[in-house]
């Protein structure tokens, strides 16, 4: 194989701006308190990827034809959590703030306490800690 290419950005298409922000804010993922508003926001995670948004109107600048796809996206993302416990209290924190609980933390076969929340645009955020040995 011939390209060389590194992983560098996750994009979200959102809805509301405003909501995706404030969620994954919640998860820890550093956004501006300005940015809202914008119609493209990035946040860069440790280890350098960045995670950005753009609102359906942004992409419906540049993608000739754009219709925003329903609810519920073909993305998943996973964020690793200290341990089981914070699992349990990032679930509550985040259904008791309105979000759609997909998911109730379990202790699963492959070794981690695991659950699933969806973000405003529906994506499966999955929240995850490996269980004691």
């Known amino acids: 194989m011939s390209i060389s ?11 509301d701006m405003t909501a ?3 969620f994954y804010r919640m998860l820890g993922v550093e956004v501006p308190a300005d940015a809202d508003a914008e119609p493209h926001v990035e946040a860069v995670l440790p280890g350098g990827l960045r995670l950005a948004f753009d609102t359906e109107a942004t992409i419906g600048s540049f993608v000739p034809g754009f219709t925003p796809p329903p609810p519920g996206g073909r993305i998943g993302l996973a964020f690793l959590l200290d341990d089981p416990a914070a699992v349990d209290a990032a679930y509550a924190e985040l259904t008791t703030a309105g979000h759609h609980g997909e ?3 379990f202790d699963a076969f492959w070794g981690q306490r695991y659950a699933t929340v969806l973000d405003p645009d529906g994506n499966g955020v999955d929240l995850f800690a490996p269980l004691p040995a």
């Open 5 to 15: 290419a590194r992983l560098h950005v996750i994009g979200i298409i959102t809805a």
């Open 20 to 22: 995706a922000l404030a």
């Open 103 to 105: 998911l109730e933390p």
